[in-house]
């Protein structure tokens, strides 16, 4: 079967590719060798890309950091006024009526 969108009794249909295309394979490093003899290339290994990792954790936290410190800026902002201060400001005071 395949990929595509078809008509099936006055019906589209879609139909995705297999998931099988989807799965990663590592090749061997002597195939590798063999595709790219002659050309100058570095090789990076599954999880030993450590600079790049380092670089993207330092830049979340430094995001993190400063996201949190807004959030708190925003909250405090966003406080009710003291009762003190909402009568200094122009607010009439309730008397009791005696």
Known sequence: MHAGVFSAGGKLVAVNRPAAEDAGRIAA????DAAFRGLSFTRIAPGGAG?????????????????????VG?????????????????????????
Do not use: N, T, Y
């Not at 790049?52 to 807004?70: G, H, K, N, P, T």
């Open 29 to 32: 490093d002597d195939r590798i």
């Open 74 to 98: 925003e909250g405090l902002l966003s406080l009710p006024r003291r009762a003190r201060e909402a009568q200094a400001g122009g607010f009439p005071a309730v008397e009791a009526a005696a």
């Open 51 to 71: 600079a790049a990792d380092s670089l993207v954790q330092e830049i979340w936290r430094a995001f993190l950091i400063a996201m949190l410190v807004a959030l």
